[in-house]
């Protein structure tokens, strides 16, 4: 079977986060999870071109998309736009639960003032994930303010988070809720989507 890029960087990724979290988001530690994974070194640099940039990029995606995983159920289908938008930012952090040093690392890579912009592009790349499985597929001036809005809740609740050591997270996922509640007044916002059927 011959696998995709995705799959290679995936393999790649998830062999490298077993060192990550004591080595730190360095070149030589993908390089050698690229041997580990069972390929060539140079294959690290073939799927990975701008590197480090590209594999904390990848890393985001391979988070969004565990988090869609999480979220592909009836319960999730129940809720209001409100509540999925919430249980989708709670499952993406559960998701990387296991991983929580290289976030942390990931965020203070990406803290650098010349890397703030594409930190900002992967965050909202995030919302806009998050919003669509949710059911909002709208184009207008709201499509821009809604994952605005949610970019700066997946800020700051991540931060919490990552700081946070009560039991299961309990009290970043009040602060998320928190969040969601009072300082975006999501109601205002969610009441101009029009329903529609999202399939995934």
């Not at 930012?89 to 991983?99: E, I, N, P």
């Not at 806009?128 to 605005?148: F, L, S």
């Not at 009290?171 to 009441?191: P, T």
Request: charged letters at 25%; hydrophobic letters at 45%; glycine letters at 4%.
């Amino acid at each position: 079977m011959t696998l995709t890029t995705i799959e290679i960087q995936d393999k790649i990724l998830e062999t490298a986060l077993e060192d990550i979290s004591f080595d730190g988001w360095n070149w030589s530690v993908i390089e050698n999870a690229a041997v580990n994974a069972g390929y060539e070194k140079n294959m690290a640099e073939a799927v990975f071109p701008e590197k480090i940039w590209d594999c904390l990029s990848h890393f985001a995606d391979w988070a969004d998309r565990g988090m869609l995983v999480a979220l592909d159920n009836p319960e999730f289908d129940a809720l209001r736009i409100r509540g999925k938008i919430e249980l989708a930012v709670k499952k993406r952090l559960d998701f990387l639960s296991a991983h929580k040093e290289a976030v942390k690392l990931s965020s203070s890579y990406w803290a650098h003032p010349f890397r703030k912009f594409q930190a900002m592009k992967i965050i909202w790349r995030t919302a806009d994930v998050i919003w669509e499985k949710a059911g909002d597929t709208a184009k207008d001036y709201n499509h821009y303010t809604k994952r605005g809005l949610l970019s700066g809740v997946i800020i700051s609740t991540t931060l919490v988070w990552l700081s946070d050591e009560s039991e299961n997270h309990a009290d970043s996922y009040a602060f998320l809720h928190r969040r969601i509640e009072n300082v975006l007044q999501f109601g205002k916002v969610v009441s101009k989507i029009k329903p529609s059927k999202v399939s995934g």
